[in-house]
């Protein structure tokens, strides 16, 4: 059962199937029923981290364009119709570094209840592609899907859309352990990407999410199960003895599966746009991930361009070391 402290209703879908679905699971103290969510969601100077602490639910209805073209911040992989949707906004984790704190003054989970909208729109799009054209689209920039799949089953959708749906390449990227559906089997073209990072880090930035070990039980379990992975190395964070540490979880990989039966990977260092960064630091005044002396590049903040190389770098060859058959095309560099 989900807690919720308040949960948020817009008027119009409150009778709609998958809100009874997900009311069946939560509890919660007080129910309010709104004209539209971002009249809460949307309030300025709202305390996230007490609303982090305090979760309450926001369910609502996504209208207008729901697949957006893939920013230029965010891995394309090399294909050309690279798209992105939201059907959730915020997460379950509470990583120091993590541009939803420079986008949103909000801290409570928004479910849009009106996925089949999202599909008819990816479907759509599908319609419209060239003869032999895929589109990559990613489902959880806005949060980690995985760790609201008991209460909302969207993952689970999305496998489904995936399955009928051989000219979409659908990405769920997370920083948890799902574990593999046994009972349905694989989807080749839904990639589950891993978000790797050392221990340390996770410790020090990435709080709430699941630890390291659990990641690479995963990863192992998913590969061995036949399912698409991709590993994301990124962000690389930067401190003191980052060689050491994204080295050590590098090593941990190859020890626990063969590196060359992961599809690709994403490599990255932190970026964020110069205003997100303003609104993160607020929110983060002691967190030495976002106060680093960052760079301003076309309007976004980075790490100094040899540091950045180096990083990259190291961590690439470093994965390559241990790859007997595959060459530099798995390595993909934001």
């Known amino acids: 059962m989900w807690s919720f402290n308040h949960i948020y209703i817009e008027n119009d879908i409150k009778d709609h199937p998958r809100t009874r679905e997900i009311l069946s699971k939560c509890s919660w103290h007080g129910i309010f029923y709104i004209d539209r969510y971002l009249k809460i969601f949307g309030r300025k100077k709202q305390d996230i981290h007490f609303q982090m602490k305090n979760r309450s639910l926001i369910l609502a209805r996504a209208s207008g364009e729901l697949l957006y073209r893939g920013s230029p911040m965010c891995q394309d992989y090399g294909r050309k119709q690279f798209y992105y949707t939201s059907t959730m906004k915020n997460c379950l984790y509470d990583c120091e570094y993590c541009y939803l704190k420079g986008m949103y003054d909000c801290g409570y989970i928004v479910i849009f209840v009106n996925i089949e909208d999202v599909f008819a729109q990816a479907e759509r799009r599908l319609d419209l592609l060239a003869d032999g054209e895929r589109m990559y689209l990613s489902v959880s920039f806005d949060t980690d899907l995985y760790s609201f799949e008991s209460l909302s089953g969207y993952c689970g959708l999305w496998k489904k859309f995936a399955r009928e749906h051989t000219g979409a390449e659908i990405e769920i990227r997370t920083k948890g352990a799902p574990s593999p559906d046994g009972d349905e089997g694989e989807v080749p073209n839904l990639i589950h990407a891993y978000t790797l990072s050392p221990q340390q880090i996770i410790d020090r930035f990435e709080h709430n999410t699941a630890p390291l070990s659990a990641r690479i039980r995963s990863v192992a379990r998913m590969l061995s199960s036949g399912g698409t992975v991709r590993i994301c190395i990124d962000p690389i ?52 991930a976002v106060w680093y002396p960052f760079e301003i590049k076309d309007g976004y903040a980075v790490y100094p361009d040899t540091l950045q190389e180096q990083m990259i770098l190291f961590t690439s060859d470093r994965i390559m070391s241990f790859s007997k058959s595959r060459k530099n095309d798995i390595i993909f560099r934001a």
């Open 237 to 288: 964070i930067y401190v003191r003895d980052w060689k050491e540490l994204y080295g050590s979880l590098i090593d941990s990989m190859a020890r626990a599966f063969d590196i060359d039966r992961v599809m690709d990977f994403g490599i990255g260092t932190f970026r964020i746009s110069r205003e997100y960064l303003k609104r993160l630091r607020r929110a983060e005044p002691h967190s030495e």
